[in-house]
């Protein structure tokens, strides 16, 4: 086929797709396509402008090392990280639903909310024991967490595991220091009834890195670059659907405006000030701190 015009353009392309062997990518690529042609339809797109977006895409791919990725920015800023989440959330719910074990079933709760992983995450983060200050050293104003891993049905999940991190008290990350090692990150797991405890710092908001060209972007469409204070956590345990998400400090500015739409109120926690003194695990702090609670649900796995 020779297209003559645009439809048939977009025909011609789809007809490319014939001899695709996997069903699944032959069903993405022909929405793809599908869709970037009535994109470029719908705006009237000339070709500077579309050389603008290759070069965009290229500073992009340009602007990743093994310490940033600007892609999972610019999927986060777009919305599409969050997207891709909730889809997925939703998928294990209904499988959930159809293996007999929503959460409308014997008194069971959703699962805890999952929000995005963001581009901070580092691998390999130290074990340690409950009760442990994993950011002894780090600037910022102390923060006790508390609470406990059960599944949807209230049961207690023992030794599941808390892959925690985040930003110091400025909002800053280990990974955005050249040549500092890992900071204000660890695994714990819970005891034998499912409860967890450890020290960081309480979080504060900060802006994502708007040194590329995503910030450019966000320049352009009269954005600003800002997260809220939060603490990134994965949450697993075996036979359950493991949760990647954040615990958000209410009252935090930006709570209502994140820049990659991550905040979901389920996931909003009062921190609870309090002055020098005992800590609620026998600890004597000699400055003020805050402390934080929050019991995780993990969805058994469908099977």
């Given at each position: 086929?020779?297209?003559?015009?645009?439809?048939?353009?977009?025909?011609?392309?789809?007809?490319?797709?014939?001899?695709?062997?996997?069903?699944?990518?032959?069903?993405?690529?022909?929405?793809?396509?599908?869709?970037?042609?009535?994109?470029?339809?719908?705006?009237?797109?000339?070709?500077?402008?579309?050389?603008?977006?290759?070069?965009?895409?290229?500073a992009?791919?340009?602007?990743?090392?093994?310490?940033?990725?600007?892609f999972?920015?610019?999927?986060?800023?777009?919305?599409?990280?969050?997207?891709?989440v909730?889809?997925e959330?939703?998928?294990?719910?209904?499988?959930?639903?159809?293996?007999?074990?929503?959460?409308?079933a014997?008194?069971?709760?959703?699962?805890?909310?999952?929000?995005?992983?963001?581009?901070?995450?580092?691998?390999?983060?130290?074990?340690?024991?409950?009760?442990t200050?994993?950011a002894?050293?780090?600037?910022?104003?102390?923060?006790?967490?508390?609470?406990?891993v059960?599944d949807?049905?209230?049961?207690?999940?023992?030794?599941?595991?808390?892959?925690?991190w985040?930003?110091?008290?400025?909002?800053?990350?280990?990974?955005?220091?050249?040549?500092?090692?890992m900071?204000?990150?660890?695994?714990?797991?819970?005891?034998?009834?499912?409860?967890?405890?450890?020290?960081?710092?309480?979080?504060?908001?900060?802006?994502?890195?708007?040194?590329?060209?995503?910030?450019?972007?966000?320049?352009?469409?009269?954005?600003?670059?800002?997260?809220?204070?939060?603490?990134?956590?994965?949450?697993s345990?075996?036979?359950?659907?493991?949760?990647?998400?954040?615990?958000?400090?209410?009252?935090?500015?930006?709570?209502?405006?994140?820049?990659?739409?991550?905040?979901?109120?389920?996931?909003?926690?009062?921190?609870?000030?309090?002055?020098?003194?005992?800590?609620?695990?026998?600890?004597?702090?000699?400055?003020?701190?805050?402390?934080a609670?929050?019991?995780?649900?993990?969805?058994?796995?469908?099977?």
């Amino acid at each position: 086929m020779t297209p003559s015009n645009e439809n048939e353009l977009t025909q011609a392309a789809l007809q490319r797709l014939e001899g695709a062997t996997n069903p699944r990518f032959a069903q993405i690529m022909q929405s793809l396509i599908t869709h970037l042609h009535a994109f470029a339809r719908e705006v009237d797109l000339t070709p500077d402008e579309w050389m603008r977006g290759i070069d965009f895409l290229t500073a992009t791919g340009r602007a990743c090392t093994g310490q940033r990725q600007e892609f999972i920015l610019l999927s986060d800023t777009l919305g599409l990280s969050m997207m891709v989440v909730m889809l997925e959330q939703a998928r294990a719910a209904r499988a959930a639903a159809s293996a007999g074990r929503d959460a409308g079933a014997l008194g069971a709760t959703p699962a805890t909310d999952a929000t995005v992983q963001g581009p901070y995450y580092w691998s390999g983060a130290p074990d340690v024991a409950c009760g442990t200050d994993i950011a002894d050293g780090v600037p910022g104003e102390p923060a006790f967490y508390s609470g406990r891993v059960t599944d949807t049905r209230g049961q207690p999940i023992a030794g599941a595991l808390l892959d925690v991190w985040s930003g110091d008290g400025e909002g800053v990350y280990d990974m955005q220091v050249e040549g500092a090692g890992m900071a204000a990150r660890a695994r714990l797991r819970t005891d034998a009834e499912g409860r967890y405890w450890f020290w960081s710092i309480r979080p504060a908001h900060y802006p994502v890195p708007v040194d590329g060209p995503v910030g450019a972007m966000l320049g352009g469409m009269g954005r600003h670059p800002n997260r809220p204070g939060h603490i990134h956590m994965t949450v697993s345990a075996p036979g359950h659907v493991p949760v990647t998400t954040h615990l958000f400090v209410a009252g935090s500015p930006y709570i209502d405006s994140d820049a990659v739409f991550g905040v979901r109120p389920s996931l909003v926690v009062d921190f609870e000030p309090h002055p020098p003194g005992p800590a609620p695990d026998g600890r004597v702090q000699d400055r003020p701190f805050w402390s934080a609670h929050y019991d995780f649900r993990l969805q058994p796995t469908a099977v």
